[in-house]
């Protein structure tokens, strides 16, 4: 079974830019969540969606934004990047509606420059 | 505020040793709790999800324990191996509405 797969792998961009990262979760999986990785402030829920709808949000300005596909893959966009942007995208996906037992992708590491 | 804190300080162990991170929270009343290890420039990878009428679950060389009096679960590596070094991060969510981490400890295994 492949695993959650996202793209693309690394992103430099510029300030004021935007960017839309792509997620393919495990076959079968529903359940898409994103989270944003930085070294001073750890793994940081952005939101989560489900049957293409978005059931939770974290606290990032609307900026941040996302979808999921009838195929249950989900693209998150940010746009008017800013430098506090440059971090590790994560995806991960579950089977059910709870947050049991995630499964992440490698990440997209975006650098706002 | 809901927090989960973890040791920010790396933890260095002899191989063969056990090692033990600790993870405290405030604010949580979680039906489960979990652990996930993280490698450089990695997504977290899931190792073990203890319930809270569970005091400790076990896997291979792994052990998780839960205590929801003293909100605090302990996770051990026994005879630690360097393949073991990475960050290990525990994971919390309340009423389903998302999976919170803490900022994870780096457990380094020297041979």
């Known amino acids: 079974k492949a695993g959650v797969t996202q793209t693309p792998r690394y992103l430099i961009k510029t300030r004021g830019q935007q960017v839309t990262l792509s997620c393919s979760p495990i076959?079968?999986?529903?359940?898409v969540s994103w989270y944003q990785q930085t070294p001073g402030q750890g793994l940081q829920f952005l939101f989560e969606?489900?049957?293409?709808?978005?059931?939770n949000k974290g606290n990032f300005p609307g900026r941040f934004s996302g979808r999921q596909f009838s195929n249950s893959r989900s693209e998150m966009n940010v746009s008017t990047l800013e430098l506090g942007d440059s971090a590790l995208y994560l995806c991960?996906?579950?089977?059910?509606?709870?947050?049991?037992?995630?499964?992440f992708g490698s990440g997209t590491q975006l650098s706002v420059l | 505020s809901q927090k989960i804190e973890q040791n920010s300080e790396a933890l260095n162990i002899q191989e063969g040793k056990t090692a033990t991170l600790t993870c405290n929270y405030t604010?949580?009343?979680?039906?489960?709790l979990q652990w996930y290890r993280q490698d450089p420039g990695r997504g977290p990878v899931f190792l073990l999800l203890i319930r809270e009428n569970e005091k400790e679950k076990r896997k291979e060389r792994l052990k998780v324990t839960f205590d929801t009096t003293l909100k605090q679960s302990l996770f051990h590596i026994t005879a630690s191996q360097p393949a073991d070094s990475a960050t290990y991060l525990c994971a919390l969510d309340e009423s389903g509405y998302a999976l919170n981490f803490g900022k994870g400890t780096s457990l380094l295994v020297t041979p």
């Open positions: 969606y489900f049957s293409e709808t978005q059931r």
């Open positions: 991960a996906s579950s089977f059910g509606t709870l947050n049991e037992k995630l499964f």
């Open positions: 076959s079968g999986h529903r359940s």
């Open positions: 604010n949580y009343s979680p039906a489960y």
